[in-house]
């Protein structure tokens, strides 16, 4: 996404008061949508698992870090549905915004440098889905590989109660694009931040639909 594109801008009740560039949103830190999706599915015996994608080396933010399965700012004038391409886009999920899961929205105001303040409307949704992670077309620009991680360790993980957990996907070659199956250990060190209760939302609404 380009630093010029134009955001939608908020006051703190998410009354729309005008518009800014994606830059200089994040410097002044006005309040802008986005739109979140996490992917889950059932495994055998072994209850849901999240999908997380790990993000590109290139990224300007928490480049090589494992985030959100699919995430994106929306632009002025869209709608909330229209977050819906972002799935197409990193993972190559072409389905209706019906068959999405609706959690509400979450205020996260994160200041992550001096000239990088992060303020957003996180629209959040969960999508359940069947497909193997090696089925899934993932962008090559913005994310280096896809894994799953079952979701009663990621929760053990991020309470404190154990230091790592597995995580099973597939990565590419930076050099040769070849894409091939792996399975990392991985601490909190390898996660992009986000609040606990950002968190809690997530496994709470999984579990209710299950």
């Known amino acids: 996404m380009s630093l010029y594109e134009i955001f939608d801008i908020f006051n703190n009740r998410m009354e729309k008061i005008g518009t800014a560039s994606r830059s200089e949103a994040h410097l002044l830190g006005l309040w802008h949508q986005t739109f979140h999706c996490w992917v889950y599915r059932e495994t055998d015996g072994q209850g849901p698992s999240l ?5 590109d080396a290139k990224k300007d933010t928490y480049p090589s870090l ?22 197409k886009e990193e993972l190559g999920l072409d389905i209706s915004f019906k068959a999405l899961h609706p959690c509400g929205v979450f205020v996260d105001d994160n200041t992550i440098t001096e000239t990088l303040i992060d303020r957003e409307f996180c629209h959040v949704f969960l999508y359940k ?7 899934y077309e993932f962008q090559v620009s913005e994310v280096s590989g896809l ?32 894409r ?30 299950e």
Do not use: W
């Open 51 to 55: 999908l997380f994608q790990l993000r």
């Open 147 to 178: 894994y799953f991680i079952n979701m009663d360790k990621f929760q053990q993980l991020i309470q404190g109660d154990i230091e790592s957990v597995v995580a099973e996907g597939i990565t590419r070659n930076e050099n040769t694009g070849e």
């Open 129 to 135: 889905c069947v497909k193997d992670v090696s089925e």
């Open 66 to 87: 494992l985030d959100i399965s699919c995430a994106g700012h929306l632009i002025a004038g869209e709608r909330i549905e229209d977050g819906i391409r972002e799935l």
């Open 180 to 209: 091939y199956e792996e399975n990392r250990e991985v601490n909190l060190r390898d996660f992009v931040p986000h609040q606990k209760g950002y968190y809690d939302l997530i496994l709470h609404e999984i579990r209710d639909r």
